[in-house]
């Protein structure tokens, strides 16, 4: 079929579907990275392969939108027992799919990549391996996600050991800069907590990298006594190897001076941007005014009672909808628990929080 052919039936076909405008735009970013409006105009410039794919998607949705009704009504009336178990629409073939890369950047959603984290690619293509062995920093242009990853972190970089990486916090996409956004650290193997703040803003974390990269790998429990017992002369050796210079230079870094009070400091800022403590320490902030003027306060949550936990998930303040999503999370309720978890994918769609949702589904496959 001809790209305009193909073009004026999709767009025909998005004239009638019912689709959350925000869903579809989240789809787009997820699946093609195509930000904006999608237009007759914008699509003649898509490449064929992705305007192919697109196309069959669109194709499955018209199926579902013409006959999903009949299909229901003739179901009732078959013998069950010779049917398959899975109907699919719109079906991609899955042994192409196994053998594409994913998207790069996918992680982002509707966010754009930070300035700061393409000059940190620049750097990793002059240094080379000395970006991770003096700086301990791998850069992830691929989504790299692990099950105890919150939906709205956006992994940036890992440390290449046990798992480790390096989040924007977005707040579930409220944060306006990614380049002022809070920098997590999420360790899968650490039992005790898995998850802590690090830095303010991206800038801050580098200021870590070049005052002791391995700041950044030990959990708040035992900052302090690393700090007690960390080798100054090590210190002095890291911070002139050749990376870190040039790590200082690009980006005219001064190391933290005091890094107890930094680690106190950093705290005390996230306290007072959240409204609602979480299990993973990194907390929600407020949605709206009056949120904003409540005490901030841990979340009581009952997990044995599915049906008050699910009532909660469609009913309560948005704030508590995702400290419960938080909390299910961090404490492995979810995906043990499938009834939680869808529960949990559409608290975040009816918040328009389509890409964070996507995010969710992840701990399903």
């Known amino acids: 079929m001809e790209k305009s052919a193909m073009v004026a039936f999709i767009m025909e076909e998005m004239s009638h579907t019912s689709i959350d405008k925000r869903e579809f735009d989240a789809s787009m970013e997820r699946i093609f990275g195509r ?4 237009t007759a105009e914008s699509l003649l410039g898509w490449e064929e392969k992705e305007l192919a794919t697109l196309y069959q998607i669109v194709s499955g949705m018209r199926l579902t939108r013409l006959h999903v009704p009949n299909l229901l009504e003739a179901y009732a009336s078959m013998d069950t027992s010779k049917l398959s178990s899975r109907v699919s629409f719109g079906h991609i073939d899955l042994e192409e799919e196994a053998h594409e890369q994913p998207r790069i950047h996918q992680q982002y959603g509707s966010y754009d990549v930070p300035p700061t984290v393409s000059r940190l690619y620049e750097l990793e293509a002059e240094l080379g391996g000395a970006m991770d062995l003096e700086l301990g920093l791998i850069m992830q242009k691929h989504d790299f996600r692990y099950p105890s990853t919150p939906p709205d972190f956006i992994p940036f ?3 290449g050991g046990d798992g480790i990486h390096y989040c924007f916090v ?6 306006a800069d990614l380049e002022q956004a809070f920098i997590a650290v999420v360790s899968p193997m650490d039992s005790e907590s898995g998850i802590w703040l690090v830095a303010r803003n991206i ?3 580098l200021r870590m990298i070049i005052t002791d ?9 035992m900052l302090e006594a690393y700090l007690a017992n960390k080798q100054q002369l090590a210190d002095e050796k890291r911070a002139s190897a050749p990376a870190m210079v040039r790590l200082r230079e690009m980006f005219g870094l001064q190391g933290i001076t005091d890094l107890s009070h930094h680690a106190q400091t950093l705290r005390e800022e996230r306290s007072k941007a959240i409204c609602m403590e979480t299990e993973d320490t990194i907390g929600i902030v407020p949605l709206s005014a009056a949120a904003a003027k409540r005490a901030t306060k841990p979340l009581s949550i009952n997990w044995e009672d599915g049906r008050a936990l699910i009532a909660m998930l469609r009913e309560d303040e ?7 999503i938080r909390d299910a999370q961090h404490l492995n309720r979810i995906p043990a628990d499938r009834r939680l978890l869808t529960h949990c994918k559409l608290a975040l769609k009816q918040l328009g929080f389509y890409h964070e949702a996507y995010n969710l589904m992840e701990l399903d496959r």
Not at 35 to 38: A, H, P, S, T
Not at 170 to 175: L, M, Q
Not at 318 to 324: D, Q, S
């Open 35 to 38: 930000k904006g409006e999608l």
């Open 157 to 159: 970089a890992s440390s």
């Open 170 to 175: 977005t707040d579930f996409g409220t944060a």
């Open 203 to 205: 800038n801050d974390f």
């Open 213 to 221: 990269r391995f700041l950044l790998n030990n959990n708040p429990a």
């Open 318 to 324: 948005p704030e508590t909808k995702l400290a419960i």
